[in-house]
């Protein structure tokens, strides 16, 4: 068979352990739900997922100035539109590396470990996701109103997805909606902000749109969260099914949590409602 720059050997073997290792490193959350997944499937979450948590660790990193982050973040939007960025990437980066994590120092090692029937749709909305945060960036993520608040959770995890909803499409041929999966990673965001919000008053960041209490984001995050339960419902593949219900199901538990006055679910709510998602 015929090689392109993808190394098919390469990934199959050394890469594809160096990344099982930086995705356990990089993610509580995703780590157990992508290792489930069946081969091929596995590496394009696995792929997808590193690559935008390696230009969400240059958003979200305290030590780097904000014209560094816009920078950057607009450079790999830029190469990542070409045929092969891998180089390119490696150049941008090199003069960092020595205060940037693993994840996001290897990007270009992400590219090549995304299997080549869906890269193409990979980079496209890690390039979006990446111009989008450079906008939020300049603007100090100052959100004024729902609109604003619609903007950027699809920036940083609606396109997230779009994406997934291209992953399964491409695997076997699942058709979501991806409105409905905006909606999804809408959701999911959502409570992420409720959850931390007051971590984020102290370092001076609050995603609230302006007048917005408590109440209005619990309805805003709600109102998603039942749409993604809409998307899920287009999906027959079991293993898909459940990569999708878990965080799915942990959000809307979250939520209510919240809206109880707890800070989290406690463990035990949080294995219950697993294991009752994948029938043990």
């Known amino acids: 068979m015929k090689k392109g720059w993808y190394d098919t050997v390469k990934t199959s073997n050394h890469l594809h ?17 992508i290792s489930l997944l069946p081969e091929g499937l596995k590496e394009g979450v696995g792929s997808a997922y590193l690559c935008m948590r390696a230009i969400d660790e240059i958003e979200d990193d305290p030590e780097i100035e904000s014209s560094l982050k816009i920078q950057l973040l607009s450079s790999i939007s830029t190469i990542l539109k070409e045929d092969d960025p891998r180089e390119q990437l490696n150049e941008l980066l090199k003069p960092h590396r020595h205060h940037l994590p693993e994840v996001t120092s290897r990007i270009a090692d992400w590219v090549t470990y995304c299997p080549e029937g869906i890269r193409k749709e990979v980079l496209k909305s890690t390039s979006i996701m990446a ?47 991806k409105n409905l999966g905006i909606a999804f990673g809408r959701g999911l965001q959502a409570v992420n902000i409720l959850r931390n919000y007051k971590e984020d008053e102290t370092r001076g960041v609050s995603f609230f749109p302006e007048g917005w209490s408590l109440d209005e984001m619990f309805a805003y995050a709600q109102r998603n969260l039942e749409l993604a339960d809409l998307y899920i419902k287009d999906i027959d593949n079991t293993t898909i099914l459940h990569f999708c219900k878990i965080p799915l199901t942990l959000a809307h538990g979250t939520l209510q949590a919240l809206m109880e006055g707890k800070e989290k679910m406690s463990r035990n709510d949080v294995e219950d409602a697993v294991n009752k998602v994948v029938g043990k």
């Open 131 to 177: 111009e989008g945060m450079a906008k939020w960036v300049e603007k100090e993520w100052k959100i004024t109103d729902e609109q604003e608040l619609d903007d950027y959770t699809y920036t940083v995890a609606g396109l997230v997805g779009v994406m997934l909803t291209d992953i399964w499409n491409w695997y076997d041929g699942t058709n979501a909606d």
């Open 17 to 33: 352990t160096e990344a099982t290792e930086v995705l356990k490193e990089t993610s509580r959350t995703f780590f157990i739900p």
